[in-house]
């Protein structure tokens, strides 16, 4: 499984998006309560990126920007209508202060 450097762990601020470009698409980096998580940076309903999105911090989800569907950051579930289709979310490694994810 491919792995792949994203950032240095300082850029990604609590409740804030970043997006990388990867030779897998774009990849969404934020963190919540401390923990860095990635996922598909882009919207399964439209393909609107999330650059300005607002996550919901209680909850771990990120809300579209385009049509308010919501998607949990931790599993990649569609939680809220019109989206329906989950995201991709990738399994994060910490070295250092490099953020790695894993790609299957």
Same mark, same amino acid.
């Given at each position: 499984? &491919? !792995?792949? !450097?994203?950032?240095? /762990?300082?850029? /990604? ?11 897998y698409g774009p990849i969404g980096i934020t963190k919540i ?5 990635? $996922? #598909?940076?882009?919207?399964? =309903?439209?393909?609107?990126? $999330?650059? #300005? @999105? ?10 579209? &920007?385009? =049509?308010?569907?919501? $998607? +949990?950051?931790?599993?990649?579930? @569609?939680? !809220? ?20 994810? +894993?790609?299957d």
């Open positions: 499984m &491919p !792995k792949i !450097k994203l950032c240095n /762990v300082n850029e /990604v601020q609590e409740g804030q998006v970043i997006s990388k470009i990867t030779p309560h401390d923990r860095v998580l990635a $996922f #598909q940076d882009e919207c399964t =309903h439209d393909g609107a990126p $999330f650059d #300005q @999105a607002r996550i919901e911090l209680s909850t771990k989800e990120i809300i579209c &920007p385009r =049509h308010g569907g919501r $998607f +949990n950051l931790e599993t990649g579930r @569609a939680t !809220k209508l019109p989206a329906t289709e989950a995201l991709e979310v990738y399994e994060v490694e910490i070295q250092g202060n490099d953020v790695y994810i +894993n790609i």
